[in-house]
């Protein structure tokens, strides 16, 4: 028996005003996460898969059917977007992570225009990521629910900054305007969980 649960949201609906508004906050957590964790334990169950770590699923994503690579990515990808976000965010990253953007990318600038770049290039729906692979810092960008934790994906490694990019994340407000919604959301990315995530990937 599968049982995953839709984690509490560690803010409050409109806490990341005026960058993400309040009604999309709203629905993208009661309405599209809790329908990935919903339907991934549907998928799972009476399957091989149920009872075990959703980590553990994801690295063997290969093995399961469509409907776990969808909703499993689609919970794993949503649980690590709210932490990666928070009230008054922002500003620059700090310490080894700054230093190690810096020696990758040249300059924190020069990071945030290629990361907005893979964040612009991914057509349709899906995500841009910020991933350690071999203890270097490397872009890439995932369709729909995939991640590049995934043993499907093309570019591999283990995500500490991830933007999703479905028109559900930013529609109601932005409307087409990915590239306003991409630019505003540098004003809510929570760097000390970036940090965090660093320091246990490398
Ligand atoms: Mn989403």
């Known amino acids: ?12 609906y409109d806490a990341l005003e ?4 309040k009604q999309t906050m709203e629905i993208h957590y009661t309405k599209h996460h809790q329908a990935y964790v919903t339907n991934l334990n549907k998928a799972l169950e009476g399957s091989e ?6 980590e553990d699923i994801i690295k063997n994503i290969s093995k399961y059917p469509v409907s776990v690579r969808n ?11 709210w932490s990666l976000m928070k009230k008054n965010g922002g ?3 700090t310490g080894d992570v700054l230093k190690e953007i ?9 990071f945030k225009k290629q990361f907005g770049a893979a964040a612009m290039g991914r057509f349709g729906s899906g995500w841009a990521w910020l991933i ?3 203890n ?9 629910q995939d991640n590049p934790l995934m043993d499907i994906a093309e570019k591999k490694g283990s995500p500490i900054l991830a933007i999703d990019v479905w028109e559900h994340a930013y529609y109601l407000k932005y409307q087409n305007k990915r590239a306003d919604y991409v630019e505003n959301w540098w004003n809510v990315v929570n760097w000390d969980e970036v940090a965090k995530l660093y320091s246990q990937a490398k």
Not at 71 to 81: A, E
Not at 136 to 144: A, D, F, Q
């Open 136 to 144: 270097k810092l490397e872009i890439t960008s995932t369709p729909n």
């Open 132 to 134: 350690v692979n071999n």
């Open 49 to 54: 898969g149920a009872g075990k770590a959703l």
């Open 102 to 110: 810096n020696s990758s990318f040249g300059s924190f600038d020069e």
């Open 91 to 93: 500003g620059s990253p």
């Open 18 to 21: 005026p960058y993400i508004d």
């Open 71 to 81: 909703n499993g990515g689609g919970h794993f990808n949503h649980s690590l977007f």
């Open 1 to 12: 028996m599968s049982n995953f649960e839709l984690p509490k949201l560690p803010y409050e």
